[in-house]
């Protein structure tokens, strides 16, 4: 079991930037992948990006890449999503979640946080 506990969300103007945080316990973090994902109301849970064990594999949704960094600090056990040039349709609770797959769809995650709230005012 591992338990992850997001956070950094909040209200930013378009074009601000902001930085969520995960932070694992439980089994070791560095035994999966991470990614984060995202769900606006209405809408389905999108993929935003996944990074490998260690960290030297990164892959991203189209619509983040160049805005969005995803990264890892083992040491820490927390994972990390930069986020810049914000627009308010990234608007959204962003979740953070691992799995020993790597994948870019939500079934290919097992365990996740219970989201962080991000909201991108025009």
């Known amino acids: 079991q591992v338990q992850l506990v997001e956070s950094g969300g909040g209200l930013v103007q378009a074009g601000g930037s902001l930085r969520l945080s995960c932070a694992a316990s439980g089994r070791t973090f560095t035994r999966y992948n991470m990614a984060w994902f995202r769900q606006a109301p209405g809408k389905e849970r999108e993929f935003v990006a996944t990074?490998?064990?260690?960290?030297?594999?990164?892959y991203y949704a189209d619509s983040m890449k160049g805005r969005f960094t995803i990264s890892r600090d083992n040491a820490k056990n927390t994972g990390y999503l930069q986020m810049n040039s914000l627009r308010p349709e990234d608007t959204a609770i962003y979740y953070c979640?691992?799995?020993?797959?790597?994948?870019?769809?939500?079934?290919?995650?097992?365990?996740w946080g219970q989201g962080t709230q991000v909201t991108v005012s025009s």
């Open positions: 979640a691992t799995s020993d797959r790597v994948g870019s769809t939500a079934r290919d995650y097992l365990y």
């Open positions: 990074i490998g064990i260690s960290g030297g594999y990164k």
